[in-house]
C-alpha cells in the first residue's frame, strides 16, 4: 500500500526558513516521478517543486531561487527546503507521487496518482 506522509510545516516569520518532508512506504520514491504542490485557501492546488525518477528537478517560477527539492534515496524520503519565505507562500503543502513521465508536466496536479495528507505552512 502506497503511503505518503508530510511532516516539518508550522509558522515562520517572512525571510524565515523550514524543510518539509514526506516519508514514503509501499515503493521506492526513486522509482516514481514525485513532488510538491500546496493550496492556499479559495485557490486551487499548485505545482511548487517536482523531481523525476531521474532527479531532474522542476520549480514554479515563483518559487525558483528560494525552495530546493531533493530526495534520500536511502531513507525513502522527499524534502522540500524552503527558504526567504513570504506571506504568499502560506498554504497546506502535499507530497505526490506518480509514475514516470515527460518532465514538461512534472507540476501538472492531475497527473499525480498518490498524495499525502499535507502540511501547513503559515508565513507571516
Known amino acids: 500500500q502506497v503511503q505518503l506522509v508530510e511532516s516539518g510545516g508550522g509558522s515562520v516569520q517572512a525571510g524565515g526558513s523550514l524543510r518539509l518532508s514526506c516519508a514514503v512506504s509501499?515503493?521506492?520514491?526513486?522509482?516514481?516521478?514525485m513532488g510538491w504542490f500546496r493550496q492556499a485557501p479559495g485557490k486551487e492546488r499548485e505545482g511548487v517543486a517536482a523531481?523525476?525518477?531521474?532527479?531532474?528537478?522542476r520549480y514554479a517560477d515563483s518559487v525558483k531561487g528560494r525552495f530546493t527539492i531533493s530526495e534520500d534515496n536511502a531513507k525513502n524520503t522527499l524534502y522540500l527546503q524552503m527558504n526567504t519565505l513570504k506571506p504568499e507562500d502560506t498554504a497546506l503543502y502535499y507530497c505526490?507521487?506518480?509514475?514516470?513521465?515527460?518532465?514538461?508536466?512534472?507540476?501538472?496536479?492531475?497527473?499525480?496518482?498518490?498524495w499525502g495528507q499535507g502540511t501547513q505552512v503559515t508565513v507571516s
Open positions: 505526490a507521487a506518480r509514475s514516470r513521465r515527460s518532465w514538461t508536466d512534472l507540476l501538472q496536479t492531475t497527473l499525480y496518482s498518490y
Open positions: 509501499g515503493y521506492t520514491a526513486s522509482s516514481y516521478d
Open positions: 523531481i523525476t525518477s531521474a532527479d531532474v528537478p
